[in-house]
């Protein structure tokens, strides 16, 4: 039977990583950023919608959004893991009440747990060498002589998406609009909690306790 597992956790929290993994259990990785921009490259009538939004530099709607993840569950039928959808309440709700008419249902949330504090510093301490593209973090794996690369000497630089100001309003929209779909998934019994700060193979075998044995705990 197929199973559908929403992915969530704040920006910063490790889902890409364990996305990956998970993927390689046998389930499909949904990404919402992914699917918008198929859907614009396909040049269907969504997508030509979806262009102008995006152009305008507007939100693509939750109504948008949910056909498009309404129309990936009726083209795939083997496992799915959504990740970066439901992204809010009213996303969430659309999205159970779809998937009753199909007969299926979220079946696993897996919440990577990490502090708010922790987030900041894994996305406000990235920075790379724009010469030999190494990447580190001043925070947990910082460079030996202050902010010069270790391999050819070259001052690091920072993206913009990881600058402290834009880090904190993406945790800001985050804990606003997502941060609520932990409880509304607890209270319907399906949300496992992980802790995201342990090693990145502990979470992984975590999470395939879970997806295995329904909990974290063996057997």
């Not at 992915?7 to 929290?13: D, E, F």
């Not at 009726?74 to 659309?94: C, W």
């Amino acid at each position: 039977m197929r199973k559908i597992i929403v992915l969530l956790g704040a920006p910063g929290s490790g889902k890409g990583t364990q996305a990956v993994f998970i993927k390689e259990m046998g389930f499909k990785h949904i990404s919402t950023g992914e699917i918008l921009r198929e859907e614009v490259k396909k040049g269907t009538e969504l997508g030509k919608r979806v262009k102008s939004i995006m152009e305008k530099g507007e939100l693509v709607s939750d109504d948008i959004i949910n056909e498009l993840m309404f129309n990936v569950v009726r083209e795939n039928s083997g496992g799915l893991l959504f990740d970066g959808y439901p992204r809010n309440i009213t996303q969430a709700e659309s999205f159970d009440e779809f998937l009753k008419g199909e007969n299926l249902k979220v079946d696993y949330v897996i919440y990577l747990d990490v502090s708010e504090d922790i987030c900041k510093k894994r996305l406000s301490g990235r920075f790379f060498c724009p010469e030999c593209k190494k990447d580190y973090n001043i925070y947990f794996s910082p460079p030996k002589n202050d902010r010069l690369c270790d391999n050819c000497g070259k001052e690091l630089i920072q993206r913009d998406d990881d600058k402290e100001n834009v880090v904190e309003e993406r945790l800001k929209v985050y804990f606003e609009k997502t941060y609520p779909l932990i409880e509304y998934y607890e209270k319907k019994k399906v949300l496992y909690r992980v802790n995201g700060e342990k090693d990145v193979i502990e979470i992984k075998e975590d999470i395939e306790k879970i997806l295995k044995n329904g909990s974290i705990k063996e057997g």
